[in-house]
């Protein structure tokens, strides 16, 4: 099991965080959800030094019941799936450097932590995601299933955006957590759809550029219907036949 490890972080990683959290929050100002700001508190996240899981997981397990997985990089469709049915987050134990500071190639702790762990305080939005973690683990020798379930985390948990009093705002950790992501969303040159799930599921989606639509919940309830929505039609088909070699 992986630890933490949080007396390696050097003055110059806590430095990364603290501007990183800066920015993020001055462009977040009007532009992320309620559930953003909320969590951003209750989780004990602030500017002054980098966040211990440690503390911060059992913020989450007094109010959702989920909890940090310190890992050093991006898991396989298994655990990943499997760690998100167990209520518990794999959250990477590197920050990015000053030299990577606009760019990196997969996600680090201020994506991880700054990113997710605000919504992962929200009780529907928790339970959505332990939803989606189970649903994947029934699905993990369909390859066309697992596809749609990773549209359908891309479109919401990472890049999802909601209508709140009128107005669209942010709750996708990669939006939250990403300048160029944000610049690239206010400069409208990405297309915002309404939220539909068949749509949704028919869009390709990449973790390696920026995104070239998003897609706007009408309401949360959205959600929890397009998981239950997706568990039903996944459960209606034939299911792959292994055979053996």
């Known amino acids: 099991m992986l630890e933490q490890s949080y007396q390696r972080y050097t003055s110059q990683d806590h430095l990364v965080w603290k501007v990183l959290f800066d920015r993020q929050t001055a462009l977040l100002h009007k532009r992320a959800c309620a559930a953003f700001w909320q969590g951003l508190a209750a989780a004990g996240l602030h500017r002054n030094a980098l966040p211990d899981f440690g503390q911060v997981s059992e913020r989450l397990r007094q109010a959702t019941g989920w909890e940090l997985e310190p890992v050093a990089g991006a898991l396989g469709d298994a655990d990943f799936y499997g760690l998100l049915a167990r209520r518990r987050f794999p959250a990477t134990v590197w920050i990015r450097s000053m030299e990577q500071f606009d760019f990196i190639e997969e996600p680090d702790l201020f ?106 919940l009408s309401s949360w309830d ?15 088909e034939p299911q792959p036949v292994l055979v053996a070699e």
């Open 111 to 216: 994506h991880g932590v700054f990113g997710h762990v605000p919504l992962l305080m929200d009780a529907a939005f928790a339970d959505f995601l332990q939803f989606l973690g189970h649903v994947a683990t029934r699905h993990l020798t369909d390859a066309a299933a697992l596809v749609r379930l990773e549209r359908l985390y891309g479109f919401a948990v990472q890049f999802g955006l909601v209508q709140e009093k009128g107005e669209t705002r942010l709750f996708g950790a990669g939006l939250l957590s990403s300048s160029g992501e944000i610049h690239h969303y206010l400069a409208d040159t990405a297309p915002r759809r309404p939220f539909e799930l068949a749509a949704v599921l028919d869009t390709p989606y990449s973790e390696v550029h920026l995104q070239d639509q998003y897609f706007e």
């Open 222 to 236: 959205q959600l929890t219907e397009s998981v239950a929505d997706l568990a039903a039609a996944l459960s209606a």
